[in-house]
């Protein structure tokens, strides 16, 4: 679950595992674990939650949508940008095959480096399969510096478009940044785009980006246990026209 204004600090109960102030996205990044239940971790970026564990789901989702999607028989080559604690990675690993090559692009090294000290467990080691390669950089970056095709490209950079965090994030987001993505998919290549909630200027950007564009209301309405109110991931999954 993604990045809001909520209580989820405010009850106490939360205590520090590790922070770092010279990450990569330029601030100060923090890793904290729930005193009383062992797996609720929290990433905050200044003090902003960027992600939690209390409900991955739609995570998990928007790699099962994008798979349904691909129709070519062959074991696919998938990129991932944001690693997140690991849930859209370790769904893909389990609905890829094994000769599937995954990339997953993450900008924080702080981040992948807690992913292995600290919570490996939550998704069952993935950073360990022999499948996966992990790109400590720009997920951008790399499709535009790259001939590489690839057959899946799932975005869950910062919190979508909507709550965004990191403004520099924007560039994943926009016509320009879809267009160079799309450019990088493979004949029949599908992209996911994790969303907190209705996008409207996110489906013209896929649009203008030259994608057919189907999305997928996760759930109508998730009530977290922490927050007061409606929370509504979308999965926008394009092909290309």
């Keep these: 679950m993604k990045s809001r204004e909520c209580e989820i600090l405010t009850r106490g109960g939360w205590t520090l595992v590790e922070q770092s102030t010279s990450d990569g996205h330029g601030c100060n990044v923090e890793l904290v674990r729930h005193d009383s239940y062992q797996n609720e971790f929290i990433l905050l970026f200044d003090g902003k939650v960027m992600m939690d564990t209390s409900d991955y ?34 769904q893909v690993l389990l609905e890829a095959g094994s000769t599937s090559e995954v990339t997953v692009a993450e900008l924080s090294s702080e981040i992948i480096s807690w992913n292995q000290k600290y919570t490996p467990h939550l998704s069952n080691n993935c950073l360990e399969d022999s499948r996966v390669t992990v790109y400590n950089g720009d997920v951008l970056d790399l499709v535009t510096n790259s001939d590489k095709q690839w057959d899946i490209i799932l975005l869950d950079v910062d919190n979508g478009t909507l709550q965004q965090l990191l403004s520099q994030n924007s560039s994943v987001y926009n016509t320009q940044g879809l267009s160079d ?16 909630g209705e996008d409207l200027q996110l489906l013209d950007n896929l649009v203008n980006a030259g994608l057919q564009v189907e999305v997928v209301n996760f759930m109508k309405e998730i009530r977290c246990k922490y927050i007061k109110g409606v929370y509504g991931p979308h999965i926008y999954v394009g092909t290309k026209s």
Excluded: M
């Design 57 to 90: 789901r739609s995570e998990k989702a928007l790699s099962t949508v994008c798979f349904e999607k691909f129709k070519l028989s062959r074991d696919p080559h998938i990129l991932i940008g944001g690693l997140g604690f690991g849930f859209t990675l370790e």
């Design 181 to 196: 993505f799309c450019q990088s998919l493979g004949n029949d290549g599908v992209l996911g785009v994790w969303s907190s």
